[in-house]
């Protein structure tokens, strides 16, 4: 699969952001990652496993995560571990700068309150 442009993702989907973000503190397994992107989410955000290993598999392709190697010997069935790449949290701190400009510039018109 040939890599697009980082250009070329903007904006992110915001449900690559979830799981990058779920990354940033170190490796996750898949139902890990859904987990916590429903917990930091209060529930407003659910990923399922087919679009969840669909995502990893595009977050991947674009090189912004990677599978790490198992411990040991594979063994059927064992979760798939993954960690953001120096890529991936280039590009989650990019996307979040973009969003915190949107916020700022809310705020600056009084859509949202100052906090």
Not at 73 to 101: D, I, M, N
Request: hydrophobic share 40%.
């Amino acid at each position: 699969m040939a890599r697009r442009s980082p250009e070329s993702f903007l904006p992110l989907k915001s449900n690559w952001l979830h799981i990058l973000l779920s990354l940033v503190d170190g490796e996750q397994h898949g139902y890990g990652i859904m987990q916590d992107v429903l917990e930091r989410s209060g529930g407003q955000v659910r990923l399922w496993p087919g679009m969840l290993y669909r995502n990893l598999q595009r977050l991947a392709g674009a090189g912004w995560i990677a599978e790490t190697p198992a411990a040991g010997p594979p063994v059927a069935g064992s979760p798939k571990y993954f960690t953001l790449t120096a890529a991936g949290r280039r590009r989650c701190a990019q996307e979040a700068e973009r969003l915190a400009g949107l916020v700022a510039t809310a705020r600056a018109r009084r859509v949202l309150r100052k906090t």
